[in-house]
């Protein structure tokens, strides 16, 4: 199995992503102001809390509430199900929204670009679906075939991606500076290379949202 198998690493980092499909753009920046206040008022304060980011896509249409977590543990134990958990699923069945979608999965190890460590301007959040632990770790191994020249290439921040338990679902999380660094990117003959590779390891069309980020959230500052 490959050494980035997020199965075999011990305990990982887990996010979860909440893709709202919205009725305009008016309504996605209020939503996502609304997710950002109450990210910032209760979830970071919760045990095991990583980071935060809310994003907004470019044609305004859909927000990606996106959680990090210590590990999947922590999360069941102190945000499922809690209170702060059931505020933002009331959020989701307002009327503006017109779609939820819930996906999670352990972070196996990413990419690193020149601009690690910068604020990231535009992200993309890339579901596939695969058909399972096997087909997972075949995308992973092609993602780390790949990873020289995306490594030097100009905005590029990083990309992590997040594998569910059954490897059926595939979460690829790449962020660049600004969107010009992102469309240079997008016109990189290599990258139609790889996605035809992965494509034929998927089960079902992928999904892809390019965004802007509304919110960054981290752990709040602790007392010395």
């Known amino acids: 199995m490959l050494s980035a198998d997020p199965w075999a690493t011990g305990p990982a980092q887990f996010a979860t992503f909440e893709i709202l499909r ?3 753009a008016a309504a996605a920046t209020a939503l996502a102001d ?3 206040g109450e990210t910032t008022t209760w979830i970071r304060h919760l045990p095991g809390f990583a980071a935060g980011h809310v994003h907004i896509s470019l044609d305004g249409t859909t927000v990606v509430h996106h959680l990090l977590w210590e ?3 922590a999360y069941r134990m102190w945000y499922f199900g809690s209170a702060a958990s059931q505020v933002l699923a009331e959020l989701t069945k307002g009327p503006q929204v017109l779609a939820a979608t819930a996906r999670s999965g352990l972070a196996a190890p990413g990419l690193s670009g020149p601009a690690a460590g910068e604020p990231p301007g535009i992200v993309a959040v890339a579901t ?3 058909g399972g ?3 997972a770790v075949a995308v992973l191994e092609l993602l780390a075939r790949s990873g020289d020249w995306k490594r030097a290439f100009p905005g590029f921040i990083s990309a992590t991606p997040y594998v569910s338990q059954d490897g059926r ?3 690829n999380y790449p962020m660049w500076t600004d969107e010009a660094a992102y469309r240079a990117w997008m016109a990189d003959p290599r990258i139609s290379e790889g996605q035809q590779e992965i494509a034929r390891l998927e089960t079902a069309a992928p999904e892809y949202l390019v965004c802007s980020v509304a919110a960054r959230i981290g ?3 602790r007392a010395s």
């Open 133 to 135: 632990r096997d087909s």
């Open 22 to 24: 919205v009725d305009g």
């Open 169 to 171: 679902t595939f979460v």
């Open 219 to 221: 752990i709040p500052a």
């Open 71 to 73: 590990t999947e543990e």
């Open 34 to 36: 609304r997710i950002a």
């Open 128 to 130: 596939r679906h695969l």
